[in-house]
Every structure is written in structure tokens, then in C-alpha cells.
Nanobody
Framework: EVQLVESGGGLVQAGGSLRLSCAAS???????IGWFRQAPGKEREGVSC????????FYADSVKGRFTISTSNTKNTVYLEMNSLTPEDTAVYYC???????????????????WGQGTQVTVSS
């Protein structure tokens, strides 16, 4: 059984940084790990994803150059380094996994089977 636990969220001022972590267990296949976010009243959107086979990464245009996704050496933890945060980044952030290497399609939420419970990120102006 796949279990995903996000951590690292919190309250930060605009321009600040946070690093989110997603601890994965029961995930032994090669596929895609993604970070998503959902703001109040909005649909869940893809933020970034990483292919566990070749380390390929993809980012939403809104976070390119500010966010960086990476994995631990054992691939059981995925990080999302978030810099230059703005109030528009305020949302609940989720990680998700799928055994399919999705490439750029890894930013589409409905393609994932397993999700964490989310961690709140709030950016104050």
C-alpha cells in the first residue's frame, strides 16, 4: 500500500522560501511523482513532477524558475523547494505518485492514483 505524507508547509511572507517534503512508503515502482496545489475555490493544479526513472522534471509556467523538485538518493522522499513566494502560491499542496512515466502529462492531477493528505502553504503580502 502506497502511503504519502507531506510536511514543511506553513506561513511565510511574500518573497520568502519553503521546502516541502513528501515521504513515500510502499512505492517501489518507477514512474512519476508529482506536486499539486489547490487554492480555495479553485481546481487542483499541477505544480511540478519528476520521473523516477531518469530524473526528468517538469514545471507549471507559474512556478518555473522559482520552484525546484528533487528526490532523495533512495527516492523515498520528494522535495519541493519554493522560492520567491507570492500570495498567489497560497494553497494546500499535495504529492501524488503513479507507476506510469508521464513526462509533461505528469502535471495532470487525474492521472494519479495515490495522494497524500496535503500541507497548507500560506504566503502573506
Amino acid at each position: 500500500e502506497v502511503q504519502l505524507v507531506e510536511s514543511g508547509g506553513g506561513l511565510v511572507q511574500a518573497g520568502g522560501s519553503l521546502r516541502l517534503s513528501c515521504a513515500a512508503s510502499g512505492f517501489t515502482f518507477d514512474g512519476t511523482i508529482g506536486w499539486f496545489r489547490q487554492a480555495p475555490g479553485k481546481e487542483r493544479e499541477g505544480v511540478s513532477c519528476i520521473m523516477t526513472t531518469n530524473g526528468g522534471t517538469f514545471y507549471a509556467d507559474s512556478v518555473k524558475g522559482r520552484f525546484t523538485i528533487s528526490t532523495s538518493n533512495t527516492k523515498n522522499t520528494v522535495y519541493l523547494e519554493m522560492n520567491s513566494l507570492t500570495p498567489e502560491d497560497t494553497a494546500v499542496y499535495y504529492c501524488a505518485v503513479t507507476p506510469t512515466p508521464l513526462g509533461i502529462l505528469g502535471l495532470i492531477p487525474r492521472l494519479y492514483e495515490d495522494w497524500g493528505q496535503g500541507t497548507q502553504v500560506t504566503v502573506s503580502s
